[in-house]
Structures are given as C-alpha cells and as structure tokens.
C-alpha cells in the first residue's frame, strides 16, 4: 500500500531564509507526486506536481522540488520564504496509470515564517 | 467560473441529527472525492466517484453515505451525526487525463 511520510510536523524559519520541507513515499508502483499548500480556514492550492520527465519541478509562488526515485523523496524547497508563506503544506501521491483514484496525503507541515 | 464550491461553511449538529454537505464543480470534470481534515491527521478520503453513476468507498466511510446526483454535484450525508465526525470536510475533483485534484473551500461541521 502507497504511504506518505512528512518528516517534520512544524518548520519555524525567519523571513528570507531559505527552506526545505520533507516528504518520502512509499510504493510499488509508478507514482504521480504534488505538492499542496493550505492557507487559514481556506482550501487546498495546488502548488506544484511530477508526473514525468524532469526530475526537478517548479511551482507557484517561487517553490520548487525534487522527485528522488532511490531515495523515494519528493522534497519541497524555496530559497528565500516570506511571511506570506506561512500555511500548512502537504505532500500527496497516487498510483499512474489509475484513473479515479484518490491522493493519499501525509499529515502535513506547518511553516511559520516569522520577521 | 467558479471552480469548486460547498455549502454550507460552516455546521453544528447534535448527536443524532441528519444533514448533507453539498458539492458542485463547474469545471466538467469527472471525478469527484470527499475528505475529512483533522487535526495531525492530513486529509483521509471518505467517498469518491470515479465517474458520474459509481461511487466507491475510501479509507474512512463508516457513518457516512454519498451521492453522485449528476456530472457536477457530490453529496456527503451523515445520517446519525456523532462527536467523532467533527471536522473539516473538502470536496475535490478532477478532470479526465489530468492527474491533479482541485479542492473545494471546506465545510466545518461540529457535532455537540
């Protein structure tokens, strides 16, 4: 069964410093991975995905991350955060090559960037 | 275009009380899931539809029933509302050949 692992539940940082929040995965199979961001009492925002191809990936909002298929890693970078960056981000997967099936979501980290 | 949307906002039931969470997505796309947000939890699938007609259960079903009423509205009813469905429930979709969900903005349900 495909699991989601997010290494560390809480991220304080200072503004324009650099940061990286960790996610690992589980699987058998091909996966797609994403990565979602969540802002108080609102929905999830797409942030970016890896599909294929280039193993590095650029999103919204100067995010970037990695898809390491020996070390099963899909972590979520950015070099300079912001206030503005502060939310809870979760790292999710589904199988390839399924169609209708559902995200399975790790537990997500919560980034304060504080000043 | 309003991409997902969810009503109510927001809910407190007693235990026992009946109620519906509704979901519309004006984006035609086929398939649709329910979530339940807790606290250090992530997000756990409830129900989903794969396509307008089917609809299979997730990780978390008990207490609760779906349906898929047309191509764009996903209902999540709990019939027998408890303390331990308090939470906050999302709606998602997404569309034929893309891989990505898009979320609704959240329903919190308290249940007293």
């Known amino acids: 069964a495909q699991s989601v692992t997010q290494l560390d539940s809480q991220v304080p940082v200072f503004e324009e410093a650099p940061v990286e929040l960790r996610c690992n995965y589980s699987?058998?199979?091909?996966?797609?991975l994403f990565w979602y961001v969540q802002y108080p009492n609102q929905g999830l925002q797409l942030l970016l995905k890896?599909?294929?191809?280039?193993?590095l990936v650029k999103g919204i909002n100067g995010f970037e991350a990695e898809f390491n298929k020996s070390q099963t890693s899909f972590h979520l970078r950015k070099p300079s955060v912001h206030i503005s960056d502060t939310a809870e981000y979760f790292c999710?997967?589904?199988?390839?090559?399924?169609?209708?099936?559902?995200?399975?979501f790790g537990k997500g980290t919560t980034l304060s960037v504080s000043s | 275009n309003a991409g997902v949307t969810q009503t109510p906002k927001f809910q407190v039931l007693k235990t026992g009380q009946s109620m519906t969470l509704q979901c519309a997505q004006d984006?035609?796309?086929?398939?649709m899931y329910w979530y339940r947000q807790d606290p250090g939890m992530g997000l756990r699938l409830i129900y989903y539809?794969?396509?307008?007609?089917?609809?299979d259960k997730g990780e978390v079903p008990n207490g609760y029933n779906v349906s898929r009423l047309n191509k764009r509205e996903f209902s999540l009813r709990l019939e027998s509302a408890a303390p331990s469905q308090t939470s906050v429930y999302f709606c998602?979709?997404?569309?034929?050949?893309?891989?990505?969900?898009?979320f609704g903005p959240g329903t919190r349900l308290t249940v007293t």
């Open positions: 998602a979709s997404r569309g034929r050949g893309l891989h990505e969900q898009y």
């Open positions: 699987s058998s199979v091909s996966v797609y």
């Open positions: 890896y599909l294929s191809g280039s193993t």
């Open positions: 999710a997967v589904t199988w390839a090559n399924q169609a209708g099936t559902a995200l399975i």
């Open positions: 984006m035609n796309h086929n398939s």
């Open positions: 539809s794969a396509s307008e007609g089917t609809t």
